[in-house]
């Protein structure tokens, strides 16, 4: 069965700092795909990155990244130059990629705090 | 190119009825999912369409349902409602995953928040 772990249930972090979520994940799959998404006040989920089991460099999106570590079933996210409007929940998520499966694992989430 | 839609975007009801909610994917997209989200239980998957079939289902009562029509567009049912439906209630559609194939990812819509009371 697969699962995620998201271990850091709030962070407050300073304005234009670097924020680190971590998120672990179990999986016997050999073919996967691991995503962050945000979720705002607002509620909508907004995909922020994807990195697939098999790419061998770190995923990377404007000021996201994220630090893959496959050997230690890691994948967190790491935010540079922090802004208020990244206060948010942030999910870790985990999809099968070998077969007809569209269903999404999600952590239970991060919730973010930018201090001005 | 528009987003993911669901209507509506609030919903109250009473222990029960019964509700019906809606979900327009993107255009081109074929795979609509539901999720569920509780503050206790988190995000949890309800099920995924494809081309008018369901492809996955989650772990819920056979009180929530759903169907997808020719156009891609889906509703959700849940009957016999229950205090603890109370949720937001989200839709993601995406290309349909192909094996051997990497993955894409699923955009949500911004949600149905059914109170039940």
């Known amino acids: 069965a697969q699962k995620i772990t998201q271990t850091q249930p709030g962070m407050f972090v300073q304005e234009k700092e670097a924020v680190t979520l971590d998120c672990t994940y179990d999986t016997s799959d050999p073919s996967y795909g691991l995503f962050w998404y945000k979720q705002p006040s607002s509620g909508e989920m907004i995909f922020l990155i994807y990195?697939?089991?098999?790419?061998?460099q770190n995923a990377t999106e404007g000021r996201y990244s994220l630090n893959f570590q496959k050997a230690r079933k890691s994948a967190n996210l790491v935010i540079s130059a922090s802004q208020l409007g990244d206060s948010a929940m942030y999910f870790c998520?985990?999809?099968?990629?070998?077969?007809?499966?569209?269903?999404?694992?999600f952590g239970k989430g991060t919730r973010l705090h930018i201090l001005p | 190119k528009a987003g993911v839609t669901q209507t509506p975007r609030y919903l109250i009801k009473t222990r029960g009825q019964q509700v019906t909610l809606s979900c327009s994917p993107i255009?081109?997209?074929?795979?609509v999912s539901w999720y569920q989200q509780t503050p206790g239980q988190g995000l949890q998957f309800l099920f995924e369409y494809f081309s008018e079939t369901q492809r996955n289902k989650g772990n819920f009562p056979g009180r929530f349902s759903g169907r997808q029509f020719s156009n891609s567009r889906s509703e959700m049912n849940v009957s016999t409602l229950e205090l603890g439906d109370s949720a937001l209630y989200l839709c993601?559609?995406?290309?349909?995953?192909?094996?051997?194939?990497?993955?894409?990812?699923?955009?949500f819509g911004p949600g149905t928040r059914l109170t039940v009371t």
């Open positions: 255009s081109g997209h074929r795979s």
């Open positions: 998520a985990m999809r099968r990629t070998s077969g007809w499966d569209d269903k999404i694992i």
């Open positions: 990195q697939g089991s098999y790419d061998q």
């Open positions: 993601a559609s995406s290309f349909p995953s192909v094996q051997g194939q990497d993955s894409y990812e699923q955009y």
